[in-house]
């Protein structure tokens, strides 16, 4: 058995899925019949584009024009006679082999297009890298598989699972999804409990110990993996699978009960979602509305900007499909470990304390005011509330607010309409965001706590390293009393608050965040129906009783014995 950290809950058992990162080893090699090696190069160009072509018929029906457009560039790479030419000609000239030959024309061509500086130009030398390994691949022989390719129902293993690796899934056949780096709240994690996937992540160098086409039992509530079990341990997982099953279909029966605890105090219990279709799965786990939409996943997707058109037509789905709920649509936050490869961001030292999220939107306006319109155009479709990440001080959302006035101004000039009355909010996830949040709350209508951020920030301890994950607690003192604070700064101010960091579905903290008068929780869908299970079986008296006993305790381990006890 190997561990790492559980970070969507539930037993997945299936044939491991291995998809190897390109990391080839190219030895220079002399070659004495040139002819035959340009002949066996030719061979695998044909071979790629039959692949590529394979792929463009499949993407064509499966995915969208944009994604299939992608592979028909590769392949016109394939057929550029410069290309293809420059690799011949070492071959012929210097004696090389084509593996060799091949390297140094990609390097070339890479470094020619990124020298450019043209965003489209960056793109074709990403076009390039791509189409160079996979022909590097056939020339080495090197059987590498991604995640597109998988066939039967299996459980994926993968170093990291990136926004792009999701676009090509089918997510019918994933059981499971297993990662060597990460945590908890990285972005693969969350996703897999969105689509309600068991996985495992941080597991690190043990990843090496699973072979392809092991059979393996991943247990995403402990973050445990068992690689080839005996039949007796298959059989205790088999059954304990099944009465997670049942006990979920137990749960659906709550779907369209309210989150209300036994003394009538209501939660607003919502979804966190990264595409309208994600909307449909919080709606059928019984969602209140959206607390949280990151819209970032729209623009990482891709291989160029979402237009305002088509962020409008998203949107625009989303507030239809919530018919009137509430739908917190946050604006971009890319930067940290979401990064868009068509948009080079100047290397940063420490990414999630650089030009991020708000920061980078009100460096690059144009980005963000194509977004702001898309959403003012969308908001006459439904509840919008528009949301801001990373807000450090008082002084961003002035000029948020003014940026917001400015393309309200510009929308009414051209005729086009939008509601007035949006409500405006932010995360609070930066700790000064949390000290100062009695400033805040005059600037806006509402919080919305991003603990994942708030956590790492807070306690030092980066959410995507799985050395220090054991710092990593919603529980920790500071966290608890920078919550309450916030709950406490909004009401002064008659502002609600809600959680959209993961600390929301923790269940050991959830009544904990009901006794401080949280008044929404939002999570990924997978995780509503538990929630609300533990909130409708919560007393809210007694809530408040549990806080007043763990804001005494000094260390996690200490509230973690006590929540314990309250059961
Ligand atoms: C958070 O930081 O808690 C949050 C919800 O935002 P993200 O996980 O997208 O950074
Ligand atoms: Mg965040």
Redesign the pocket.
């Known amino acids: 058995m190997i561990k790492g950290i559980g970070a969507s809950g539930g037993i997945a058992i299936g044939k491991a899925f291995i998809v190897s990162e390109h990391a080839l080893k190219v030895e220079k090699k002399r070659i004495e019949d040139k002819a035959f090696e340009i002949e066996r190069f030719r061979r695998c160009v044909k071979k790629a584009e039959e692949e590529i072509k394979n792929i463009i018929e499949v993407a064509s029906k499966t995915l969208g024009a944009e994604e299939t457009e992608i592979f028909e560039a590769h392949l016109l790479i394939l057929q550029d006679p410069e290309f293809l030419g420059t690799v011949e000609m070492k071959i012929n000239s210097e004696g090389v082999n084509s593996e060799f030959a091949l390297e140094e024309t990609i390097t070339m061509f890479v470094s020619v297009f990124e020298d450019m500086g043209i965003e489209y130009m960056m793109e074709r030398a990403g076009d390039v890298k791509d189409v160079g390994g996979r022909l590097m691949n056939l020339l080495l022989g090197v059987k590498t598989l991604a995640v597109g390719d998988i066939k039967d129902q299996s459980i994926i293993v993968k170093k990291d699972l990136t926004p792009s690796d999701t676009a090509q899934l089918n997510k019918e056949k994933v059981l499971g999804f297993v990662t060597g780096i990460g945590g908890r709240?990285s972005?693969s994690a969350?996703m897999a409990r969105t689509l309600g996937i068991p996985a495992v992540v941080g597991l690190g160098t043990y990843m090496e110990e699973i072979k392809q086409g092991d059979l393996i039992i991943l247990n995403g509530d402990d973050g445990e993996i068992i690689i080839n079990p005996q039949e007796e341990t298959l059989l205790k997982f088999k059954n304990f699978q099944q009465s997670q099953q049942e006990e979920k279909n137990q749960l659906m029966a709550l779907v369209n009960e309210p989150a209300i605890t036994l003394d009538g105090k209501g939660i607003e219990l919502a979804g966190?979602i990264g595409s309208p279709e994600d909307a449909r799965l919080a709606l059928m786990q019984g969602a209140q509305g959206i607390g949280?939409f990151?819209t970032e996943f729209l623009y990482m997707d891709k291989d160029k900007l979402p237009s305002e058109e088509e962020q409008f037509n998203s949107y625009k789905e989303v507030l239809e499909n919530m018919r009137g709920k509430g739908v917190i649509i946050r604006t971009l936050?890319i930067g940290?470990d979401k990064k868009l490869n068509y948009l080079p961001l100047t290397e940063e030292l420490n990414p999630f304390l650089g030009c991020r999220a708000l920061r980078l939107c009100l460096k690059e306006k144009h980005i963000f005011k194509t977004q702001l319109r898309a959403l003012l155009r969308a908001s006459v479709y439904g509840n919008l509330k528009i949301m801001f990440?990373m807000v450090s001080g008082v002084e961003e959302i002035v000029e948020v607010k003014k940026l917001l006035r400015e393309v309200k101004q510009e929308l009414s000039q051209q005729g086009i309409g939008y509601r007035e009355s949006i409500e405006i909010g932010i995360?609070i996830?930066i700790p000064s965001a949390a000290i100062i949040s009695d400033l805040l709350a005059k600037e806006v209508d509402f919080f919305s706590?991003?603990?994942?951020?708030?956590i790492q920030y807070t306690i030092a301890v980066d959410r995507m390293n799985e050395d220090v994950s054991y710092l990593y607690n919603p529980l920790h003192p500071a966290i608890l009393r920078l919550v309450k604070l916030v709950i406490n700064n909004a009401h002064k101010e008659g502002k609600w608050v809600g959680i959209?960091?993961?600390m929301a579905s923790d269940l050991r903290a959830v009544q904990i965040l009901i006794g401080m008068g949280i008044d929404e929780l939002s999570m990924s869908a997978g995780s509503i129906p538990k929630v609300k299970d533990l909130i409708r079986n919560s007393n809210y008296e007694h809530c408040k009783i549990i806080v007043e006993k763990v804001l005494n305790l000094s260390s996690p381990e200490e509230i973690e014995e006590c929540l314990k006890k309250q059961k």
């Open positions: 709240t972005h969350i966190n949280l990151r936050d940290g990440p995360m996830e706590i991003g603990t994942n951020d708030l959209c960091g993961e």
